[in-house]
C-alpha cells in the first residue's frame, strides 16, 4: 500500500515518489479554465452590443499532474480558485476549456455519480435525516452492495476514523470533529481512487485541527489512495503534504514538495505567502548583499548580534533597529526596520531570553547576521 | 442611568424606562397586553360559546334556545347517516384536494427554487401569489362562469367533442376550485423547504453515487416532507371549512354547507354541534403534522 520508511512527510522527498516505476497519474488537469456568469454575460452583451465583462475567471490555464497514492495539496488564499479546480476534479463543474484525466480516461464531460472520486466537503454536507451509519452506507446503498458486506464495511469504516458506537446517532448531536470523521468515513467507505477534501478542518478549533491532521496522514498512508487536499494554511500544506501546488489567482504558481516550495519559492508570490515573505528588493540588495535581483531570508534563518560584531566570510550581514517585538510564548519576533531600507521580520527561540528582556528590546540598534547560502532568490512571479 | 442630571423634564420618563429596563417580565407584559387580551377575548372566547352551545337545545315549538345540557346534538350526529356520509365527503374532498395541490405545487415549487435564475424565480413568486390578492367570492364565482353549461370550460372542449363536468350535484367541479384555490398555500411552505436544502447536500448524493431519481427519492424528498405536511394544513383545513365554494359550485352538501343551513333560524345549538366536527379533525391534523415535524418547516 504505502511505501516502507516514510513516516515523516517533510522527509519524503520528489526522488522517492520518482523512484516508484512507473509513476502512475491519478489526477491531470489539461490546460483547464473555469469562467463563471461567461454566457450570460456574452448573451447579454450581443443582445446590447456592449462589452462583455461580467466574467469571472476563477480557473485561468491550469496544468497539473497529480500521482498515484501522494498526498497533495492545493495551497493558495482565499479565491485564488481551489474549490473551483477540486469541484472540477469531483464533476460539479464543467471546465470552460481544457481537459480533465482520471487514471488516463478523460472524464471532462463525465457526471460526479460515474467518476471514483469521492469528496469530503467544508461543511461536510451530511444528511440530517440519516443516522451516522446510514450516511457512511449511502454511498454503498447507492451502488447495490449486498447487506452483509454493507454492514461490514460501515462497521471498518467507522472504526477507522474512531467513531465505533456512534451508528445510530444523527449528524444534528455530533461535535463538529465528529462530524468531520463521518464525513470522512462516508467518502472513504466506497474505496474511491482519489479522495478530494475541501478545507476539511476548516471549521475546526486550533487543537483539534492538529490532532485531525496527523491522523488524517495516518489514514492516507494506511488506506494509500491519493488524497487532494484544498487549504489556505501554509502550516497545514507543508506538514501533511508529498508534494503541493501554489494558487494565485486561478493559476498555478509552483508545484513541489513542501521543501522545495519552501526553500526554494519560483515567485515573489509563493515567497509571500509560504512562509513570511521577508523580499530583499532593489537597492537593499545592491548595500546588503553587492548583487542584483531579488531574495528572501526565512525568519529563523536570521541571528541578532551586536551593532559592533563582525560577521563571518560567508555571512551576510545588515544593520538595523528593532521597530517591533512580537512575543509568541515558544519564540519573539523582531520586527527590525534596516538602515539599508526595508524591513526584515526576525524569529528567535526563547531559549535564556524571558518575556521581559525580548520585550524590552524595542528600539535598539542592531546587526542581522545570516549565512549567505539561506539567500534564497526569488523569480520575479 | 448614569446621566441623572439631565434635563428635569426627562427625568421622570428615563426613571421608568430604567426601571422597565430591569423589570423584564412587566416590559413583556406591558407589551403583549392588548393582542393576548384580542386573543383571549375574540378567539378563545367565541370558541367556547361555541363549545357551550353545542350542548344545549332549541325548543322545536318556540324556536328558543335552551340552555340546559343535553348530548342530543352529538348522538344525533353520530347516529344519523346523514352526517357521517357528509362528513366522510368532506374529508375525502380535503384529502383529494390536498393531494393534488401537493402534487402540482412540487415541480412548481422546485423549479422556483432550485432551477430558476433568480429574475424567474421572483416573477414566479408574484404570479403565484398574485391570486391571493382577488377576492375570494369572486374567484368562486368566476369558476361558476367557467363550469357552467354555456361556460368557457364547454366552449373550450365542444370542438373536442368533450363536455366539462358541468355544476349540477356532482363534485369534480368543486374539487378543480378548491385545488385552485388553495393551491399557493401548498407551494410557499414547499417553496422555502426545497430552498433551505443546501446544495452541498444534492453534491455529496451525486458524488457517492446516486443519480437525478435516487438524490430525490433518499435525499430531497425526506427533507421537505415537513414543508409538505406544513402546506397540507393549510389546503385540508381551508378545504374542511369552506362553505361558500360548495354551496356556489355544487348541489351536493358538505359540512361547511350543512353548518350554514342550520344557522340562525332553525337550529343555532345543532350547527355549533355540527361545527365541532371539522375542528376535532383539524385538531387530531395538527397533532400528527406537529409530530411530523411540520411547525419547524413553517
Ligand atoms: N459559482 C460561482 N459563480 C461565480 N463565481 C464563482 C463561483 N464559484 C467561485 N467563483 C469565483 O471564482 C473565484 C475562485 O473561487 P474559489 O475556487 O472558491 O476559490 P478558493 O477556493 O481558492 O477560495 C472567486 O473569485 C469566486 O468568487
Ligand atoms: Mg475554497
Known amino acids: 500500500m504505502t511505501i516502507e520508511g516514510h513516516t515523516s512527510t517533510a522527509s519524503r522527498t520528489d526522488e522517492a515518489i520518482h523512484s516508484r516505476a512507473p509513476a502512475e497519474l491519478a489526477v491531470r488537469l489539461d490546460g483547464v479554465t473555469k469562467h463563471f456568469g461567461g454566457d450570460a454575460g456574452r448573451r447579454v452583451a450581443a443582445a446590447t452590443g456592449a462589452a462583455a465583462g461580467e466574467a469571472v475567471v476563477a480557473v485561468d490555464g491550469i496544468d497539473l499532474e497529480i500521482r498515484d497514492g501522494e498526498f497533495f495539496s492545493m495551497l493558495g488564499p482565499s479565491g485564488s480558485g481551489k474549490t473551483t479546480t477540486l469541484r472540477m476534479i469531483a464533476g460539479f463543474e464543467r471546465p470552460t476549456t481544457g481537459r480533465i484525466l482520471l487514471h488516463g480516461q478523460d472524464v471532462t464531460t463525465v457526471p460526479p455519480f460515474e467518476r471514483d472520486v469521492n469528496t469530503v466537503f467544508q461543511d461536510y454536507a451530511l444528511f440530517p435525516h440519516m443516522t451516522v451509519e446510514d450516511n457512511v452506507a449511502y454511498g454503498l446503498m447507492v451502488r447495490k452492495v449486498p447487506k452483509a458486506e454493507r454492514a461490514m464495511r460501515v462497521r471498518d469504516a467507522l472504526a477507522m476514523v474512531r467513531l465505533d458506537g456512534y451508528e445510530r446517532r444523527r449528524p444534528g448531536h455530533l461535535s ?60 497545514e500544506a507543508l506538514t501533511m503534504s508529498d508534494r503541493l501546488a501554489v494558487f494565485n489567482r486561478g493559476r498555478i504558481e509552483q508545484v513541489g514538495t513542501p521543501a522545495d516550495v519552501y526553500e526554494r519559492p519560483a515567485t515573489r508570490f509563493v515567497a509571500g505567502f509560504v512562509g513570511t515573505s521577508n523580499l530583499l528588493t532593489g537597492d537593499t540588495v545592491r548595500t546588503v548583499l553587492g548583487t542584483g535581483g531579488t531574495f528572501t531570508v526565512r525568519p529563523e534563518k536570521i541571528r541578532l548580534a551586536d551593532p559592533g560584531f563582525s560577521h ?61 547560502q539561506h539567500n534564497l532568490p526569488v523569480g520575479e512571479g | ?138 374567484k368562486a364565482y368566476t369558476w361558476r362562469l367557467i ?39 401548498m407551494i410557499l411552505p414547499l417553496y422555502a423547504g426545497l430552498e433551505r436544502i443546501p446544495g452541498s447536500l444534492l453534491e455529496a448524493s451525486a458524488d457517492l ?75 387530531v391534523y395538527l397533532l400528527v403534522a406537529r409530530r411530523m415535524g411540520a411547525f419547524q418547516a413553517l
Open chain 1, 312 to 372: 563571518g566570510p560567508d555571512e551576510a550581514s545588515a544593520t538595523g533597529t528593532i521597530r517591533e517585538v512580537v512575543y509568541l510564548g515558544p519564540d519573539t519576533r523582531y520586527i527590525v526596520a534596516l538602515d539599508a531600507g526595508g524591513e526584515l521580520v526576525v524569529t528567535q527561540q526563547n531559549l535564556e531570553t524571558s518575556s521581559m528582556e525580548a520585550l524590552s528590546a524595542k528600539g535598539r540598534l542592531v546587526r542581522l547576521v545570516w549565512k549567505r
Open chain 1, 176 to 235: 463538529g470533529g465528529q462530524r468531520q470523521r463521518v464525513a470522512l468515513a462516508r467518502a472513504l467507505v466506497n474505496r474511491p481512487r482519489v479522495l478530494l477534501l475541501d478545507e476539511p478542518l476548516g471549521a475546526l478549533d486550533l487543537k483539534l485541527r492538529e490532532e485531525m491532521q496527523i491522523e488524517l496522514k495516518a489514514i492516507q498512508q494506511e488506506v494509500g489512495i491519493t488524497f487532494i487536499y484544498v487549504t489556505h494554511d501554509q502550516q
Open chain 2, 147 to 185: 363550469l357552467s353549461n354555456d361556460g368557457v370550460l364547454n366552449w373550450l372542449l365542444s370542438p373536442l367533442g368533450l363536455r366539462g363536468p358541468g355544476l349540477g350535484d356532482n363534485v369534480i367541479g368543486l374539487w378543480l376550485v378548491f385545488t385552485y384555490l388553495w393551491l399557493p398555500y
Open chain 2, 209 to 283: 453515487g446516486g443519480r437525478g431519481l435516487t438524490t430525490f427519492r433518499r435525499v430531497i424528498f425526506p427533507l421537505v416532507v415537513p414543508a409538505l405536511v406544513a402546506g397540507s394544513i393549510f389546503t385540508f383545513s381551508l378545504t374542511l371549512g369552506d362553505y361558500i365554494a360548495p354551496s356556489l359550485v355544487t348541489t351536493t352538501q358538505f359540512i361547511g354547507n350543512l353548518i350554514f343551513l342550520n344557522f340562525g333560524v332553525p337550529d343555532l345549538p345543532f350547527a355549533a354541534a355540527l361545527s365541532i366536527v371539522p375542528l376535532v379533525i383539524v385538531v
Open chain 2, 1 to 138: 442611568m448614569t446621566s441623572t442630571d439631565a434635563r428635569p423634564t426627562g427625568n421622570s420618563m428615563r426613571r421608568l424606562a430604567g426601571w422597565l429596563d430591569r423589570h423584564a417580565r412587566v416590559r413583556l407584559a406591558m407589551l403583549l397586553a392588548a393582542p393576548m387580551g384580542w386573543l383571549v377575548v375574540a378567539y378563545l372566547g367565541s370558541l367556547t360559546l361555541l363549545f357551550l352551545n353545542a350542548f344545549w337545545s332549541r325548543d322545536p315549538f318556540t324556536g328558543q334556545v335552551v340552555r340546559e345540557f343535553t348530548p342530543n346534538n352529538f348522538v344525533e350526529i353520530l347516529t344519523n347517516p346523514l352526517y357521517r356520509t357528509v362528513t366522510l365527503r368532506t374529508v375525502a374532498m380535503a384529502v383529494a384536494v390536498t393531494l393534488t395541490c401537493a402534487v402540482i405545487a412540487f415541480p412548481i415549487a422546485y423549479y422556483m427554487a432550485r432551477v430558476a435564475s433568480s429574475r424567474t424565480k421572483g416573477l414566479l413568486a408574484v404570479a403565484v401569489v398574485m391570486p391571493l390578492w382577488a377576492s375570494y367570492l369572486v
